[in-house]
């Protein structure tokens, strides 16, 4: 089936197309055209109406939605979880854990195995283990009980599961450089995070590949000026790609302003490290085991410490283009470019032929409009 999307401003990175229209071909974008250009004949037209027409946003860090979490290990969930990530504008996305046990973690993974039979929202793209090797010091909202060292066995049980694409671990802890390598060995991407690693560590995982950190900021070793940490590395090392939570909570404007200033947009990944209150009202919710009261939006513990984010997605994305007032065929590297390429994900990020018809057409606010995943419409 043939569906022409006209009167598109067509954004992607490094373009900014008025008037262009996208042609899909049943799961893949078969060409786009500039104002002027001939139309096809097709099956289904669509009009934009001149709104923006851009690539279906890739969230590769959050944890639930929808008053559900991926580690509630079942289809149920994961299924409401990815429909409604939908309205999002996310199309693909990494399945989160948190720092639980094996079990748990075995019962997620079964979970997205299981929906990716037959998707009917968004994409499972991968698995993203966050944690359980984190620095005990550094948890935020994890819950300690369940932290160990590297294990690269646990690893490939897993990932003989469903596909892992993302491990993020403290890099100081014992076993973290040998990991590193062996995760890098299995095509997987190393990540550092709730971590109090002093900067040669990221210079030392560095030599072998190593160069991402997520949550950038969150839960990491702060810019100092005698140990620049793993915050210096990520702005020191332009080849560093950095998740960053936009909701103004987990960071202040003015250092996304900075992140974006120093790095560009194409090694910036945004993400909402949402927790189940995504969508919901305030309230209290668990996560991981812990209580959370949501007040505001703000997910909190009883001690104070965030816990995960009620973002959603498109709204981190009209929070950066409000902060730093950077052009959109810039800013749309961070949605879904700069994730492809840190996780390996061929064809999927950009309006071309021949990338996977993962397409939004959104509002002047950034709400989308329209969602369309592998070419069919969900929104
Ligand atoms: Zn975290």
């Known amino acids: 089936m043939k569906t022409l999307i006209k009167n598109a401003r067509i954004i992607s990175p490094d373009v900014d197309i008025p008037n262009g229209a996208v042609l899909f071909d ?3 974008i078969t ?3 500039l104002e002027h250009e001939e139309l096809p004949a097709v099956d289904k037209v669509i009009d934009a109406g001149g709104k923006m027409v851009v690539p279906g946003f890739i969230d590769v860090h959050f944890h639930g939605r929808s008053g559900h979490d991926f580690c509630d290990g079942n ?4 299924t409401i979880i990815a429909n409604d990530k939908i309205q999002d504008g996310v199309t693909s996305f990494l399945g989160t854990t948190l720092t639980v046990g094996e079990e748990q973690l075995s019962a997620a993974l079964r979970s997205a195995a299981e929906y990716m039979k037959a998707p009917t929202g968004a994409k499972v793209a991968g698995i993203h283990l966050e944690g359980p090797f984190i620095n005990p010091k550094c948890l935020g909202a994890q819950n300690p009980e369940f932290i160990r060292k590297p294990d690269i066995e646990m690893v490939k049980r897993l990932n003989a599961i469903y596909p892992v694409k993302k491990v993020s671990y403290a890099l100081e802890v014992e076993g973290a450089l040998e990991f590193t390598q062996q995760l890098l060995a299995l095509g997987i991407t190393p990540s550092c995070v709730h971590t109090a690693a002093p900067y040669k560590d990221y210079l030392n995982a560095s030599r072998y590949g190593f160069k991402n950190l997520s949550h950038f900021c969150n839960q990491m070793t702060p810019l100092h000026h005698r140990d620049i940490g793993m915050v210096g590395a990520g702005l020191l090392h332009d080849e560093a790609y950095a998740e960053l939570i936009c909701d103004k909570l987990h960071i202040c404007p003015e250092m996304i302003k900075l992140v974006f200033k120093v790095k560009g947009a194409e090694h910036i990944q945004l993400i909402t490290d949402a927790m189940r209150a995504a969508g919901m009202p305030d309230g209290q919710y668990d996560l991981g085991g812990m209580n959370v009261i949501v007040k505001d939006n703000a997910a909190r513990l009883e001690n104070g410490a965030l816990a995960g984010s009620t ?3 498109y709204t981190g994305l009209r929070n950066v283009h409000e902060i730093t007032g950077y052009p959109l065929k810039e800013l749309i590297k961070s949605t879904s470019w700069a994730q492809a390429q ?3 994900l061929p064809g999927v990020g950009k309006i071309e032929a021949g990338f996977a018809a993962d397409v939004l057409i959104l509002e002047d606010d950034f709400t ?8 069919e419409r969900k929104l």
Not at 75 to 78: C, D, R, V
Request: avoid cysteine; glycine fraction near 8%.
């Open 26 to 28: 049943g799961k893949k």
């Open 31 to 33: 060409a786009v055209y």
């Open 368 to 375: 989308p409009a329209a969602v369309f995943v592998d070419g």
């Open 311 to 313: 973002l959603l997605y």
């Open 75 to 78: 289809l149920e969930s994961l």
């Open 342 to 344: 840190a996780l390996n």
